[in-house]
């Protein structure tokens, strides 16, 4: 069974800390993504990445980078948390096939 | 901009009765439409989807159909169970690592 994992299931952070969320997948997949969830907004696609240090923005990347030093790993950063980055974060891989559970980040 | 409506945004069957949740998608270009079943706690799961090249896909008690003129595909789950209740995502998507998201139907099946 494929296994996307995500390094925290909740985080609380206060506004202007810098953010890492760490997706890892067990599978040799070359694509993975980074969603937020938001109620009412379904997903939408912060950024992706097709291959070792490559990556390109979605449709929502302002405040957000990415890195992807090792093919496993995709890891999100959020350089100054803002409240309005208050959400749900899935991560992703193989496009939308596998999901992993979530982190759910509240900025105080 | 290319966008996928889903109805209802919420759906409250009897057990054992059938759910119908229904997707319409703006850009006739998508040939790939998945459905994510999301259970409280849990990312989204793939739990079916159809190409653009078949009208309809069944597996079990789950089946989807697909009307590429009017562009709109729905979701059936037959002799629903308590099981079921959970929230529903469509996707449209046209290849690449474009993928748009309904808004998603929160699904209640009661005993």
């Known amino acids: 069974d494929v296994k996307v994992t995500q390094s925290s299931r909740y985080l609380v952070k206060r506004t202007g800390e810098k953010v890492f969320l760490e997706c890892v997948q067990d599978?040799?997949?070359?694509?993975m993504f980074w969603y937020r969830q938001d109620p009412g907004l379904g997903l939408r696609l912060i950024y992706f990445s097709y291959d070792v240090k490559m990556k390109e923005k979605g449709d929502i990347p302002e405040g957000y980078s990415v890195s992807r030093e090792k093919k496993e790993r995709f890891s999100l950063i959020l350089e100054s948390a803002s409240t309005n980055q208050t959400s749900m974060y899935l991560c992703a891989s193989v496009e939308t096939q596998y999901f992993g559970p979530g982190t759910r980040l509240l900025v105080l | 901009g290319e966008n996928v409506e889903q109805h209802p945004s919420t759906l409250s069957v009897q057990e054992g009765d059938s759910a119908v949740i229904k997707c319409t998608y703006s850009?006739?270009?998508?040939?790939?439409f998945p459905w994510y079943k999301q259970e409280l706690g849990k990312g989204p799961q793939l739990i079916i989807d159809i190409r653009s090249n078949v009208g309809e896909k069944k597996d079990q008690r789950i089946a989807v159909t697909l009307n590429k003129t009017a562009k709109h595909f729905s979701l059936h789950i037959t002799e629903t169970q308590p099981e079921d209740s959970a929230v529903y995502f469509c996707a449209a998507s046209k290849g690449g690592f474009k993928t748009i998201f309904g808004a998603g139907t929160r699904l209640f099946v009661k005993a």
């Open positions: 599978m040799d997949h070359e694509n």
């Open positions: 850009d006739s270009a998508s040939n790939y």
